[in-house]
């Protein structure tokens, strides 16, 4: 049977390359920086320039698709989910890393049909790893396949999550005492390499059990959610039970053992949805 949606995909690729080629040489010029939400939420004209790079493009190609990108949000457009293929996008997720020049930076690009995320792509600019998956046939970085790691013990593990840009005393607070408790467990060490999508292709890879985060947004997660299943992990909300893409929470676990337990030491925290209007 043919599939529907490799045209897609392999377009997806082709435009996650060539955004990369612009972050790329982005790094070598004088960065315009901007604040959106707070002084810690980024926005540079370079996310800006990719994402309309990325919806230019698309809507050339498959004029009939939706569309849900970062900064098509900041600047107003909703962020609704619908059952049209819609391609969901984060031009530069890393902002923050993009701007200090710190070298994990992606572009990702995720896409979903009747709700339903269909495959993801993220690539990893900097260090030129191409990360893809398409549901039900597995995921891979440069082409070699993916596999999370097996193991079974939380004392034998490594948890990344993220502080991100919320700066609210009383969730700051639930994200220290929540690492804090995971640290003392024990686990093998807390990272994080400051894009959520990264940090779920590293739990793709298996060099990180889990990752978890409150405060990511649905373009930081979509296609890598792809991703990590696609390499045998599992999805799940930060207090258990179904990822909700809207939700702005996420854990990703390399199996149900891992992400249960580390859910019992999560102080968790509700954010304002994504699709909330
Ligand atoms: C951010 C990164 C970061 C995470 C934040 C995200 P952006 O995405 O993924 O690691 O901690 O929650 O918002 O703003 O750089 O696209």
């Given at each position: 049977?043919?599939?529907?949606?490799?045209d897609?995909?392999?377009?997806?690729v082709?435009l996650?390359?060539?955004a990369?080629?612009i972050?790329?040489?982005?790094?070598?010029?004088?960065?315009?920086?901007?604040?959106?939400?707070?002084?810690v939420?980024?926005?540079?004209?370079?996310?800006?320039?990719?994402?309309?790079?990325?919806?230019?493009?698309v809507?050339?190609?498959?004029?009939?698709h939706?569309?849900?990108?970062?900064?098509?949000?900041a600047a107003g457009e909703p962020?609704v989910?619908?059952e049209?293929?819609?391609?969901?996008?984060?031009?530069?997720?890393?902002?923050?890393n993009f701007?200090?020049?710190?070298?994990f930076v992606?572009?990702?690009?995720g896409?979903?049909?009747n709700?339903m995320?269909e495959?993801?792509v993220?690539?990893?600019?900097?260090?030129?790893?191409?990360?893809?998956?398409r549901?039900?046939?597995?995921?891979f970085c440069?082409?070699?396949?993916l596999?999370?790691?097996?193991?079974?013990?939380?004392?034998?593990?490594?948890?990344a999550?993220?502080?991100?840009?919320?700066r609210?005393?009383?969730?700051?607070?639930?994200i220290?005492s929540?690492m804090?408790?995971?640290?003392?467990l024990?686990?093998h060490g807390?990272?994080g390499?400051?894009?959520?999508?990264?940090?779920?292709?590293?739990?793709?890879?298996?060099?990180?059990?889990a990752?978890y985060?409150?405060?990511?947004?649905?373009?930081?997660v979509?296609?890598?959610?792809?991703i990590?299943?696609e390499?045998?992990?599992?999805?799940?909300?930060v207090?258990g039970?179904?990822m909700?893409l809207m939700?702005?929470?996420v854990l990703a676990a390399?199996?149900?053992l891992?992400?249960e337990?580390?859910?019992k030491?999560?102080?968790a925290?509700?954010a304002?949805?994504d699709?909330?209007?």
């Open positions: 049977m043919p599939d529907l949606w490799q897609a995909m392999d377009h997806a082709t996650a390359r060539k990369g080629e972050v790329r040489d982005a790094l070598q010029n004088d960065l315009k920086i901007m604040c959106k939400s707070s002084s939420d980024l926005v540079t004209k370079t996310d800006q320039n990719v994402e309309q790079l990325i919806i230019t493009s809507k050339e190609k498959f004029p009939g939706s569309f849900i990108g970062e900064e098509s949000v962020c989910l619908t049209n293929p819609t391609w969901i996008v984060d031009p530069v997720d890393g902002t923050t701007v200090h020049g710190y070298p992606a572009i990702s690009i896409f979903a049909v709700k995320l495959f993801g993220v690539y990893s600019c900097i260090e030129d790893k191409m990360y893809t998956a549901k039900g046939k597995g995921a440069n082409g070699q396949p596999q999370v790691s097996d193991q079974k013990e939380i004392n034998q593990s490594i948890i999550t993220e502080f991100g840009s919320n609210d005393p009383d969730a700051v607070d639930k220290l929540s804090r408790k995971i640290l003392c024990p686990v807390i990272r390499v400051g894009s959520a999508a990264i940090n779920m292709c590293l739990v793709a890879s298996g060099c990180v059990e990752y985060e409150i405060g990511i947004h649905c373009w930081d979509a296609a890598a959610a792809v990590v299943s390499a045998g992990g599992v999805l799940m909300d207090e039970g179904r909700d939700s702005r929470r390399n199996n149900n891992i992400g337990r580390i859910i030491e999560i102080e925290f509700s304002v949805r699709d909330e209007p």
